[in-house]
């Protein structure tokens, strides 16, 4: 029987995660876990539902009545993939502000530890080896120069043909990445035993064959060649 095992990828955001995690899972034959892209979903229809970040009693019937799901690479929010409209610079900010809210967390982790208990899956987020899979068998800690990540966000939003300025992707990001660290509930952090990648000078193909390795020298991954 395959046995089940947990990736788990944290760090801030630009450092490459999601595209990682993409890749592994696609190597590995697993699933993969877009935390960020659950968060921005929520943030997505508050914005749509008029819900307030501090209207906690419409927030709590919202999410009573949410279902997030992920089918064939889509972000599919109450049987709507969505993931065209939450990677604006608005739902990024939004979708900061509202995962530090206990509700929102609470829901989300609620649903993503349940996957982890039935599949195996490789999961990205801001907490996930701190929090929401602390006992992952592999755990990874990515970052880069907030230079290099604003730079990237810029290009992935120009290449979609969204109007940006790397300034205001710097300043929105230096912004998230201030509240992502400061918040009182599970803030962003590198959890003891995950090991840390500086991604500024690598390549996605350099990342992920770093993580394979590591994974394959952990005894997992045999069953489908990597």
């Known amino acids: 029987m395959r046995r089940i095992f947990r990736i788990a990828i944290d760090g801030p955001g630009g ?124 755990k990874f800690f990515m970052t880069a120069t907030i230079e290099e990540r604003a730079k990237r966000r810029y290009d992935e939003l120009i290449l979609k043909g969204q109007d940006a300025s790397y300034e205001s992707v710097l300043s929105d990001m230096s912004s998230r990445d201030r509240n992502d660290m400061t918040r009182a509930l599970n803030p962003l952090k590198k959890a003891d035993d995950a090991v840390e990648l500086d991604t500024t000078e690598m390549t996605i193909e350099e990342v992920c064959e770093f993580m394979l390795r590591k994974i394959r020298e952990g005894g997992y991954g045999d069953n489908k060649a990597v």
């Open 15 to 138: 450092a490459g995660k999601s595209t990682a995690a993409k890749k592994i899972a696609e190597a590995l034959n697993i699933e993969y876990v877009d935390t960020g892209a659950m968060y921005r979903a929520v943030a997505y229809k508050m914005k749509e539902c008029g819900v307030g970040l501090k209207d906690e009693t419409a927030l709590t019937g919202m999410l009573t009545d949410t279902d997030i799901d992920f089918l064939n690479g889509d972000i599919v929010l109450d049987g709507r993939a969505v993931n065209d409209f939450i990677r604006t610079a608005e739902i990024s900010k939004l979708a900061s502000d509202c995962s530090a809210l206990a509700p929102v967390r609470e829901k989300l982790v609620v649903l993503q530890r349940e996957m982890g208990r039935k599949k195996s899956i490789v999961m990205d987020g801001r907490d996930i080896g701190t929090n929401v899979i602390k006992d992952a068998e592999f």
